[in-house]
């Protein structure tokens, strides 16, 4: 459902679009979990991220832009008491729907932004090293059976530089506001921060 709103947004604005473009970079990755009052934030996971990118002018200063991105979400969560470490990676397919404000300059434009995201979790895998080693897959769907539900919600923030010649260098930060997780008496948020540059083909 979600792909379909990304394509449709895409669709419905290209023949408006002023830009539209190809990003590619690093997710800095961690989680939040919490169960039975108890919490614990994972350590950041390096992870990859390409995706489309567009600036839909609204009017000189505000401008809309739909991003359909692949984003590798998950952390590293180390546990003292047990001497393991467990590195997750999720992948997701995300449609984050910015709202931005744009100041120009000579060269080009600096613009800072926010709006909701919406996530569906693809696949992932996990791997245990230290007292013992063990590897697998992280499940999506909506049943106990599963690790993690398959959609997200969430807010991102991004603000960057857009150069005259379709350069375009970006900063994102962007967490999860739904509980991921299936377990009802746990929870799991994701977080992730992003660097991407990319290239605008102006029309």
């Known amino acids: ?7 449709l947004v895409f669709v419905k604005f290209s023949q408006a679009q002023t830009t539209f ?27 990859l991220s390409v995706g489309l990118s567009s600036f ?5 200063s505000f ?17 003292p008491s047990e001497s393991t470490t467990n590195k997750s990676t999720f992948d997701y397919l995300e449609l984050p729907l ?11 434009k600096f613009f800072i932004g926010a709006g909701p995201s919406f996530d569906i979790g693809l ?5 245990i090293t230290g007292m013992y080693e063990e590897s697998g897959s992280v499940h999506f769907g909506n049943s106990e059976g599963d690790d993690l539900k398959r959609i997200g919600v969430g807010l991102n923030l991004l ?4 150069f005259k010649s379709g350069m375009l260098i970006s900063g994102n930060y962007n967490f999860s506001l739904n509980n991921l997780s ?13 660097i991407r540059l990319g290239y605008l083909f102006v029309r």
Request: charge should be positive; charged fraction near 15%.
């Open 1 to 7: 459902m979600i792909l379909t709103i990304g394509l």
């Open 159 to 162: 603000a960057g530089y857009a």
């Open 182 to 194: 299936n377990d009802s008496e746990a929870t799991l948020h994701n977080r992730y921060f992003g």
């Open 56 to 60: 839909i002018g609204l009017n000189r």
């Open 98 to 108: 910015n709202f931005i404000y744009n100041t120009h300059s000579v060269a080009g």
């Open 63 to 79: 401008s809309f832009q739909p991003s359909l991105n692949f984003v590798q979400k998950g952390g590293i969560f180390k546990a």
């Open 21 to 47: 473009g190809a990003t590619a970079g690093a997710s800095f990755a961690s989680y939040k979990v919490k169960s039975r009052d108890v919490s614990a934030a994972s350590d950041v996971k390096p992870g």
């Open 123 to 127: 696949s992932g895998r996990y791997k």
